[in-house]
């Protein structure tokens, strides 16, 4: 198992992707073989290949980390030719003075391998002469070029669509803990129904932040992208979604711990304890309205009004019994919750 989690990946890549790199690679074989006539065109070949990314902003950070790192790869491999001939051990010599190199500039580990790499195979490929480097270093950059034109040609990636479903998924999940916890403070709970609901409530966390992950790859996927422009405001709409709804789940796992370490079997006779249900279930609506009006689900849920439930805030006297303490914590972060939902924070 273990052996292959190292080696495949939990999904394939997409099958475009992999026909683009494809595209790249052969277009900068052959364009740079013709212009460069000599030795096969390696150079150009790898950097198509690796810059083909799944964004273009990645494509051009590709394109800059692999033309960097060759150029300075050849420029080892021309010099230390230059000082100690042509031996057999130099390449080894190139590797280490490579790394060193990278290690001295700070280069990320990709750059700094790419150091490494170029200045090996310009040394066991060819010559190493002055001439035979700067083709090497051109033949790179037109590689390059080629993996980005041809990434941002034929479908250029728009990370949108994943953002979309997990930002929807987060906001359905949300408003269904809301309703759960609402049900928890007005029936009898038994222990496990209680730490059922704490873990669930927890769980909220992991799927906000697959909605943030999504939404960032979609924000990386749009930088430099032709199609930018019938997708930002999309994009800038789910960024606002996720950053007012993100407060709540910590108000909310606030609201769940209070009721699960204070919880008995009287508390649903407490006609606040069915106010602050209430609005709970309120705010749930209110947060189904808003993926709702965001466009977000594929199959928005029936709502029982497209007016948004929570219009005044909940104005309670003081418990008559000995839950004073859970209703004060439960109003506090309730008021947070109808201010995220209200734009009032």
């Known amino acids: 198992m273990g052996m292959t989690a190292a080696i495949r990946s939990a999904k394939r890549a997409p099958l475009l992707q992999v026909l683009k790199s494809a595209v790249a690679t052969i277009s900068a074989w052959l364009v740079a073989g013709w212009l460069i006539p000599g030795p096969l065109p390696v150079f150009a070949a790898i950097a198509a290949l690796l810059v083909v ?40 010599l190139a590797v280490v003075v490579a790394m060193l190199v990278a290690w001295v500039f700070k280069a990320t580990p990709g750059a700094a391998n790419q150091v490494a790499i ?3 195979l310009v040394l066991a490929l060819g010559s190493s002469s002055p001439d035979y480097a700067l083709d090497r270093v051109l033949e790179t950059l037109i590689g390059a070029v080629i993996g980005i034109v041809v990434n941002a040609l034929i479908v250029p990636p728009v990370l949108v669509a994943p953002a979309r479903r997990d930002l929807a998924l987060f906001g359905g999940e949300l408003a ?25 409530a927890r769980l909220l966390r992991p799927v906000r932040d697959a909605a943030d992950t ?21 994009l800038r709409a789910m960024r606002a979604l996720v950053d007012r709804l993100s407060p709540i789940v910590t108000q909310l796992i606030g609201m769940t711990r209070a009721c699960v370490d204070h919880y008995d079997e009287t508390l649903g006779d407490e006609p606040t304890v069915h106010a602050i249900a209430e609005q ?29 439930a929570l219009t005044a805030p909940l104005v309670v006297r003081p418990p ?11 109003m506090e ?11 009032e924070a």
Do not use: C, Y
């Open 118 to 120: 170029s200045a090996m």
């Open 53 to 92: 990314q799944p964004s273009i902003n990645q494509s051009f950070a590709k394109a800059i980390e692999r033309s960097i790192g060759v150029l300075a790869g050849v420029v080892i491999a021309v010099l230390l030719t230059l000082l100690f001939g042509q031996l057999s051990w130099l390449v080894l």
């Open 214 to 234: 999504s939404i960032k790859a979609a924000e990386e996927s749009l930088a430099l992208n032709p199609r930018r422009s019938a997708h930002r405001d999309e």
């Open 320 to 330: 008559a019994s000995d839950h004073w303490i859970l209703v004060g914590s439960l």
């Open 176 to 200: 269904a803990s809301l309703d759960r916890l609402a049900v928890a403070l007005t029936s009898t709970q038994t222990p496990g129904q209680l730490q059922g609901l704490m873990v669930e």
């Open 333 to 343: 972060d309730l008021r947070r919750i109808r201010a995220e939902l209200r734009d």
């Open 280 to 308: 709970l279930r309120r705010a749930g609506h209110d947060v189904r309205l808003a993926v709702q009006l965001a466009e977000l689900a594929p199959e928005p849920e029936a709502l029982t009004s497209a007016i948004p």
